[in-house]
């Protein structure tokens, strides 16, 4: 089982690396498959590209936002 774990996370830190960047992308994908399926939010379904590149752009923003702002990556004056 171990060996298993070890497995997971090899592919999720190469893939991914970033849990943040993990979770708004899975987002705005279920946000996109649920404008694809749902009739009620059929108007946006011309959006969809625009609400795509909105939300992987706000979820790499966000990643390199905390990167910038932690205590470990500012220059010493």
């Given at each position: 089982?171990?060996?298993?774990?070890?497995?997971?996370?090899?592919?999720?830190?190469?893939?991914?690396?970033?849990?943040?960047?993990?979770?708004?992308?899975?987002?705005?994908?279920?946000?996109?498959?649920?404008?694809?399926?749902?009739?009620?939010?059929a108007?946006?379904?011309?959006?969809?590209?625009?609400?795509?590149?909105?939300?992987?752009?706000?979820?790499?923003?966000?990643?390199?936002?905390?990167?910038?702002?932690?205590?470990?990556?500012?220059?010493?004056?």
């Amino acid at each position: 089982m171990n060996i298993v774990l070890r497995v997971i996370l090899a592919v999720y830190n190469f893939f991914v690396g970033d849990l943040v960047i993990l979770i708004g992308v899975s987002l705005t994908m279920i946000l996109l498959a649920l404008i694809a399926f749902l009739g009620a939010l059929a108007a946006l379904h011309g959006a969809s590209g625009a609400i795509l590149i909105a939300g992987v752009l706000l979820t790499l923003l966000t990643t390199l936002g905390r990167e910038v702002l932690r205590p470990e990556n500012k220059q010493k004056a």
